[in-house]
């Protein structure tokens, strides 16, 4: 190594120049990096269900670019009510980004012999101006309300209406507006969005009816809109409170300089190079600037610590800059390489989005290591570096006397602190493996939300605001109307009607259902089917595709509630192929397959924590050369997953997608901080130290860095534990407690195992 910082010394130039040039490439790359707003591609997977939601789109349209309106009324079927949802209805289907709108006064009676009508009666054209107390319009307004109280129990009892768009109470309906395009972002969502609070405001104005937003685009539109504002705020308070732990404990503004401008290369050289890959941030990879922050600032930090001790002992900044190199180089490229090995089994997994994360994570743990090994050498050696440290502030104010004492300690009782450590790591490993995966919408969405409110509101009402679809094929000998196909849609709805997290089926069946005799007459299904608004028609069925659609409510969409519920209905599917041949039947839709995703991200990062483990094992006792040390830090590396994993089982919680992403950044913090401790102890082993006080020095030495991260890192995470989404404060809440358990098990138990299982008289080993 002393070769290798000799040469860095001589370059310095021409490594100033190199990181000029890749910072303009990173650059260039950077404007090409954009944020992946398409809500599909969440979902995009190799395989057939991805496949037939893609047929679903196709043959019916999009299932998840309807905003859905919940308008409630003390009096639903009052003129004053009903005009108003009238005038909301025209409202947004005059918005320019909405392609129709479906709502209560859509609703068709078909009647066998006679044309079909508004289920709702329209409210009759006055045949006179109304001036004063008009005879002629007052009874045409008394003759339309007493109308519309007659339609209400038909409503009620309708097939397409009840259950469906309107509430078993009369009180609540639903407005469903269908936005134009494909998978559309949420830059194309916002104006549409606009222009129905417009519609809603107008329509509100009477005073007659309440409305709410909710569905796929509102929600997704408040989410993205709220992670942006509080990203802003948090991302500007956190750096804050971060910079000013940091001045509190290097207590030289030079080093806080170093440290930061080292991270901010790293991140910047990151997204500049994922911008020339094409890649973009989404939902799942937004997480990956902090994540390749925390690891760029981890080994900046301890470089800093290297050259202010470096400083203290007199040496030019240049020579300290050069010893920094020649002590850290190794230990933080077992950092980078161990991380990237574990972000890169997640290429191995079988969603997409997953895949992309570990490729960027991967990536960025390797181009943090050049970033930080270079730039924060080339400033601590230039006149910034002059600023590091004098002798007398050398190190930070809890180092005098804290690290002295807590190796003293871990001396005296290192047995007791070995049986702690193992005995922690084993229950809280035992108690991990209860553990389950889950994912809820709830999860993301802000209590105080109006899509939130009304998503609650449609569960109770109307069985739910998102729905799973059913997708019935035939072959050319049958046509939708015939027996078959109706005995065959009579068991799909009763294989939904079966789960109790499944709703108010409909289909092709709740149409015929409304003709008086058509469930007995293929004749009267015929003509109920040419007699149905084109709409509907189109909604329900494909006959130039042989197809049909059959779609159920579902609501508290949870990861762990709809799986097994799904797989129960795929399996009642698969018999009902075998009684009805030549029929095909497809569970689908965006929750069908956002619920199996949501799974398979959570699993898929739970697998790889672990595969990420056993190669970081390997690595590092290679890199280590010592099987022993290697499996030394096991214990260190294992505890804070353990004990954050069994936290959530002890408070009742599940492992959601953020605690998963949690247990990632925590891995890659836990064996960055062990493989800086263990470089160190073998350096004072190297130097003649007995094993005791080696670990006593290397507690020294790299003790003041790690706890320096943690109170930075932990600054920065705890601000956001202000976030008014569940999701964000659960990270911040984890992460911190992650922080201080990696701290616990670098500080404490990996010297007292250190102490107790190696020998003095094994020096030779780290030679």
Not at 713 to 730: D, E, K, N, T, Y
Request: charged content about 20%.
């Amino acid at each position: 190594m002393e070769r290798i910082a000799t040469w860095y010394d001589s370059q310095r130039p021409l490594l100033a120049a190199f990181a000029l040039a890749v910072g303009a490439v990173a650059a260039v790359g950077l404007r090409g990096l954009g944020l992946d707003e398409s809500p599909r591609d969440l979902i995009r997977a190799d395989g057939e269900s991805y496949a037939t939601l893609q047929e679903l789109f196709r043959d019916f349209g999009s299932d998840d670019n309807d905003s859905v309106l919940l308008v409630e009324s003390d009096d639903l079927f009052s003129p004053a009510a009903i005009e108003a949802l009238r005038v909301l209805s025209d409202a947004v289907s005059a918005a320019p980004g909405i392609e129709r709108v479906r709502s209560l006064l859509d609703v068709p009676l078909i009647e066998p012999g006679r044309l079909p009508r508004p289920l709702i009666p329209p409210e009759p054209a006055a045949e006179a101006e109304s001036t004063g107390h008009d005879r002629t319009a007052t009874a045409a307004a008394d003759t339309w309300a007493e109308s519309l109280a007659q339609a209400r129990e038909p409503a009620l009892r309708h097939p397409l209406a009840a259950g469906q768009i309107l509430s078993a109470d009369g009180r609540a309906t639903l407005l469903l507006a269908r936005h134009r395009g494909d998978s559309l972002t949420v830059a194309e969502i916002e104006p549409v969005m606009a222009d129905i609070r417009a519609a809603i405001a107008q329509a509100e104005a009477s005073g007659a009816i309440r409305v709410r937003i909710t569905g796929v685009p509102g929600i997704r539109h408040d989410i993205f809109r709220l992670l942006q504002r509080e990203q802003v705020l948090f991302g500007v308070l956190g750096v804050t409170c971060a910079v000013l732990i940091a001045l509190a404990i290097f207590r030289r503004p030079a080093a806080v300089a170093i440290v930061l401008t080292s991270a901010g290369v790293a991140l910047f050289w990151t997204l500049g190079l994922l911008g020339l890959l094409g890649l973009k941030i989404n939902v799942v990879t937004s997480v990956l600037p902090t994540l390749v922050t925390v690891i760029a600032f981890t080994d900046s930090v301890h470089l800093v610590h290297d050259m202010r001790r470096s400083r203290a002992a007199g040496l030019a900044p240049r020579a300290a800059a050069r010893l920094a190199v020649q002590h850290l180089l190794v230990p933080c490229a077992m950092t980078s390489l161990t991380t990237a090995i574990g972000f890169g089994s997640l290429l191995l997994t079988r969603v997409a989005v997953i895949r992309e994360f570990g490729f960027g994570c991967g990536l960025g743990a390797v181009v943090s290591f050049f970033a930080v090994i270079l730039v924060a050498p080339l400033l601590g050696g230039s006149r910034l570096g002059a600023g590091l440290a004098r002798a007398a502030a050398a190190r930070p104010w809890f180092a005098s006397w804290s690290f002295a004492a807590l190796s003293g300690l871990v001396a005296r009782r290192h047995i007791a602190f070995s049986l702690a450590g193992v005995a922690a790591t084993a229950v809280c490993a035992a108690t991990a493996t209860r553990l389950k995966p889950d994912n809820s919408l709830d999860e993301a969405l802000a209590r105080d939300a109006e899509s939130f409110a009304a998503l609650e509101r449609c569960d109770q009402a109307l069985g739910g605001a998102f729905f799973v679809y059913v997708l019935m094929e035939w072959d050319d000998s049958l046509t939708p109307e015939a027996d078959e196909a109706l005995r065959a849609l009579q068991a799909v709805h009763a294989a939904l009607e079966a789960e109790d997290r499944v709703r108010n089926p409909l289909s092709l069946l709740n149409l015929f259902s409304a003709i008086p005799g058509a469930l007995k007459s293929e004749d009267l299904r015929r003509a109920a089917l040419a007699a149905a608004p084109p709409e509907l028609r189109e909604r329900l069925l494909a006959p130039d595709k042989n197809r049909a659609l059959i779609a159920g409510h579902i609501r508290e969409f949870r990861v762990s509630t709809y799986r097994p519920v799904f797989a129960r209905l795929r399996e009642r599917l698969a018999a009902l192929e075998g009684a009805h041949p030549g029929l095909r039947f497809h569970l689908t839709g965006t929750s069908v397959l956002t619920v199996e995703s949501l799974a398979d991200m959570i699993t898929d990062l739970a697998r790889s924590l672990v595969f990420a483990g056993g190669v970081i094992l390997i690595v590092m006792t290679l890199a280590l050369r010592s099987l022993l040390l290697g499996l030394l830090s096991v214990i260190p590396n294992a505890l804070p997953l353990a004990f954050t994993a069994a936290l959530l089982v002890w408070s009742g919680r599940p492992l959601v997608l953020t605690s998963a992403v949690v247990f990632t950044i925590c891995l890659g913090i836990a064996v960055d901080d062990t493989i800086h401790f263990l470089s160190r102890f073998r350096l004072e082993r190297r130097a003649g130290h007995a094993v005791r006080e080696a670990c006593g020095r290397a507690m020294t030495t790299v003790g003041a860095a790690l706890v320096t991260t943690t109170l930075v890192l932990i600054a920065g995470f705890g601000v956001v534990m202000l976030s008014s989404m569940p999701s964000v404060r659960s990270f911040a809440a984890l992460s911190c407690i992650a922080l201080l358990a990696a701290l616990v098990g670098d500080l404490l138990i990996l010297p007292a195992l250190l102490m107790s299982l190696l020998s003095d008289r094994g020096r030779e080993r780290f030679r």
